[in-house]
């Protein structure tokens, strides 16, 4: 994958993009317009991408989702929009729009139990200071760890997480820096499905992301828009492009201002 090799791509949808009545722009937060950051409460976007996300939505007719593994609550205070664009939140488990409504899928009885489980256990491990409990999962984070204390962390989570996982018919599966257990309604190639039937046929959409969690997405929209993948190195993907942060990202949505006609 090379930026090279996929301009033809690029170009032939931006020209979509510039003759389209609306638009749609699917963004992950941590790792695509924010840099990772061992705080996950200071993760804030690369600069000038809020502003150039407000003037997305507000000047170039476009719909803009974020699609993240956070909790969807947590994301708007540290993207810094008001209104905040559409949430998405736990992989598309949870749903918050601009005006506050606020949506959840339904998790078992059986799958809160192995939530709180799977806390008190970890908290018996030691991980209390690496675990954060969500809505339907619980992640163990180790990034900024040296070696053989992620290697330490990563192995107790695996201890405590994979049997609960089956029990309860969870997910587990690893990100750029942790391990989580989820429910198997979290995907995010739920919420682009979701997305992709709200909106008309031949409306252009693109997805942003840079992790392992992304590719379903990816993988979701292949054969019905633009998928993204972004990172400072290129990975094996699903994705059919490929840009660098910050620089790359933020000329992307320069030109998709431009192609829109939108105002800078």
């Known amino acids: 994958m090379s930026t090279t090799a996929v ?7 931006f020209a979509q ?26 993760a804030v976007p690369y600069p000038s991408v809020p502003e150039l996300l407000d003037c997305i939505m507000t000047t170039c007719r476009t719909r803009v989702v974020l699609i993240s593994g956070r909790a969807a609550r ?18 598309g488990f949870e749903r918050l729009y601009p005006n506050g409504e606020y949506d959840t899928g339904l998790i078992s009885e059986v799958g809160r ?31 900024g760890l040296d070696r053989p204390c992620t290697e330490e962390v990563r192995t107790k989570a695996y201890r405590v997480l994979a049997p609960l996982a089956c029990q309860s018919n969870f997910l587990l599966s ?14 995010k190639d739920h919420a682009v499905r979701a997305l992709l039937c709200e909106v008309e046929s031949d409306t252009p959409v693109a ?10 997405a990816f993988e979701a929209l292949n054969d019905r828009g633009l998928s993204i993948l972004v990172r400072s190195t290129p990975r094996p993907s699903a994705a059919r492009l490929w840009l660098r942060p910050p620089q790359e990202l933020v000329q992307f949505l320069c030109d998709w201002v431009r192609a829109c006609g939108g105002d800078m």
Request: proline share 6%.
């Open 7 to 13: 301009q033809p791509v690029r170009g032939s949808f």
């Open 17 to 42: 993009l510039s003759s389209a009545a609306d638009r749609l722009l699917l963004l992950d937060y941590d790792g695509t317009i924010a840099p990772f950051a061992i705080n996950r409460r200071s």
């Open 74 to 91: 947590e994301v708007p205070s540290l993207l810094g929009l008001n209104p905040h664009p559409e949430i998405w939140g736990m992989h």
């Open 113 to 143: 139990h192995a939530i709180v489980q799977a806390g008190a256990w970890l908290e018996h491990e030691g991980l209390g200071d690496f675990i954060e409990i969500k809505p339907a999962g619980v992640a163990v984070h180790w990034r």
């Open 174 to 187: 690893e990100f750029d820096g942790g391990l989580e257990m989820r429910s198997r309604a979290c995907t």
């Open 207 to 216: 997805y942003l992301g840079d992790d392992v969690t992304d590719e379903d």
